[in-house]
């Protein structure tokens, strides 16, 4: 039922999108930088305050006795800088209850105010105290590098207000940063997280603008903590490549603060040595980087100060070769190519209509494949609600810091479970309703690209960069769709269906790569991200469709034939009887010129 001159003729707009896109390519914007020294900043005392607080709070679970203590002590620190009248800070701490990876924990926040000279609006400066595992000195560096940036300071006049936060929760749930953020409330410049700022082992990106949501930190913030660690530190901090930048907005997740930060409107990033994954618990800590980072930390802060404000408009293009691709580009470019699916699909509804096929009947069936996964979803957050699966929070965080105890192994078992049962009694239920297991070969496939085609549409419209996932298994499935053009053996359809979940296998490797997960530990993530809510139901309820029709079309390749007839692609049928199949029409049996001379 698939019009090859239909569905060629489609991609004409597409050419026509991608000219248009390539003139909307635009120069990346230039970084701010600052006339100051930054040497003010000095690593040896800042060394010794971090091994004093590694030496004194070994263990730091969140809101443990430790990490209390530790709060204490940075603020003692903070009021020992002397009060806004003497050019120091007001200081206050606060506690309140947030979800950590121990579960409901009373947490404690420290903040301090620096008054600027302007009315401008604040930067803000955060780094966590917690940790999941002792000793954590280069995760501690960060609250280090506060304390050493508090004095500053305090003996230095700025614009703009500063704002230094020592936050708990950040080794899961983020916790500190979200109550942060709602009780300051006001409008800040820009906000930088101070993670691990000292650790020996490098990875890139050291500067990590992502958020939990569509888009991430402003370009111009990225790139002006980027060019001060060149200048100070000596070594490119590494952007982000296009293919992690894409990621990023096809599945919106960073372990990271500064996530919840650029999702609430706040642009931010993360300084971070150790890159996304972040430091071991026994990493060792280098003064030298700890003076590098702290020195650039310092100097974009400098930039920031006396620079015009930061769009408060998060990134949502992506930078190739150095030009900008702006969102609206993207999103015309990923319209352009469901387009063809499309086309095709309304062409092929109309035809299978003509014939009387029952495509509602197909659609309920691919629709029904859906229902094994939708049910483990739903299966998983009852288990998170319940606690079942530990302590899990509602912020993406590494396995590595929850515990997989027994309860939990069994959680995870009754899911896997729950998935097969579901399948097995997915076949009893089809055949009830009176479809069967074996799908029909002629309609089978283009009712689930009726399917797809929908929910390609609608992740379009939600997040373009999330339908890019759809748009090769669109295509896929609606070749497939076509009993002419599918391949002769099973391992021809298996190799299509490779193709349709290719970017999806992408997104898995990525993310396991960058977090340093193991297929185990890929398998735990994703049921901690769907048990403890960061995947919406509603966002469980399209990925289980998705998949539903990725099955359905593996059922169709293992339970239809091929027929015998194989016309071309766009061939049309010559219809010659016009009427009963017994007749053929006045003069047939004789009385005609034709015939007599017979």
Not at 23 to 47: H, I, M
């Amino acid at each position: 039922m698939l019009n090859g001159r239909i569905y060629r003729a489609a991609f004409v707009p597409f050419l026509v999108a991608l000219a248009i896109a390539a003139f909307s390519l635009s120069a990346r914007p230039q970084p701010v930088r600052s006339t100051l020294a930054p040497d003010a900043f000095e690593g040896a005392p800042a060394l010794a305050r971090l091994q004093d607080l590694a030496r004194s709070f070994p263990a730091r679970r969140p809101g443990s006795v430790a990490d209390e203590r530790l709060a204490e002590v940075v603020e003692d620190n903070l009021r020992a800088l002397g009060g806004t009248a003497g050019g120091g800070f007001s200081v206050r701490s606060y506690r309140f209850e947030a979800q950590t990876i121990d579960g409901e924990r009373t947490l404690t926040n420290v903040v301090a105010a620096r008054p600027g000279s302007t009315a401008a609006t604040p930067i803000l400066i955060i780094a966590h105290r917690d940790a999941a595992r002792g000793p954590a000195q280069a995760e501690l560096s960060g609250t280090a590098a506060l304390l050493e940036l508090a004095r500053v300071f305090a003996s230095r006049d700025t614009r703009r207000t500063i704002v230094l936060a020592s936050t708990s929760g950040g080794s899961g749930g983020d916790g500190g940063v979200a109550q942060l953020r709602s009780e300051l409330g006001e409008r800040f410049d820009a906000a930088i997280v101070l993670g691990d700022l000292a650790g020996r082992v490098t990875r890139r990106p050291m500067v990590l603008p992502f958020s939990d949501g569509l888009g991430s930190a402003p370009l111009v913030l990225a790139r002006t903590v980027e060019d001060a660690i060149k200048d100070q530190a000596g070594f490119e901090a590494g952007a982000p490549s296009a293919l992690g930048q894409l990621v990023h907005l096809v599945f919106p997740m960073s372990v990271g603060e500064q996530a919840v930060l650029n999702d609430s409107g706040v642009p931010a990033v993360m300084v971070q040595a150790s890159g996304e994954r972040g430091p071991s618990a026994k990493e060792p800590v280098s003064p030298e980087r700890l003076e590098a980072l702290g020195r650039s930390v310092l100097s974009a802060v400098d930039a920031l100060d006396t620079a015009p404000d930061v769009t408060q408009a998060r990134q949502g293009g992506i930078v190739l070769q150095r030009q900008q691709l702006p969102p609206w580009a993207v999103r015309l470019l990923v319209l352009m190519l469901i387009f063809p699916v499309f086309a095709s699909a309304v062409d092929g509804l109309a035809r299978a209509r003509r014939r009387r096929r029952p495509v509602g009947r197909w659609v309920l069936w691919t629709l029904s494949c859906a229902l094994p996964f939708a049910l483990s979803a739903v299966l998983a957050r009852l288990l998170g609600l319940a606690g079942v699966l530990g302590a899990v929070p509602a912020t993406p965080v590494l396995p590595s810091g929850l515990s997989f105890g027994v309860v939990a192994a069994m959680g995870l078992a009754v899911l896997v479970l729950s998935l097969v049962l579901g399948w097995f009694l997915w076949a009893p239920l089809v055949r009830r309703a009176g479809w069967g297991t074996r799908p029909d070969g002629e309609v089978a496939g283009l009712s689930t690209v009726l399917v797809a085609l929908p929910l390609g549409l609608l992740v379009w419209a939600l997040n373009p960069y999330a339908a890019l996932l759809l748009v090769p298994a669109l295509h896929v499935w609606l070749l497939l769709a076509a009993p002419h053009l599918r391949p002769r053996h099973v391992f021809g359809w298996l190799g299509l269906l490779a193709l349709g979940v290719l970017p999806l296998a992408v997104v898995y490797f990525f993310y396991a790569h960058q977090l340093g997960l193991g297929p185990g530990a890929v398998v735990w993530e994703t049921v901690v991200l769907l048990g403890g809510g960061f995947v919406s139901p509603a966002a469980a309820l399209l990925w289980s469709i998705a998949l539903g029709c990725g099955v359905a079309t593996l059922l169709l390749a293992l339970g239809s034939e091929r027929p015998a007839y194989e016309p071309q692609i766009g061939e049309e049928i010559e219809v010659t009887i016009r009427g009963p199949l017994t007749y053929a029409g006045p003069g047939s049996l004789g009385g005609t010129e034709s015939a007599l001379r017979r």
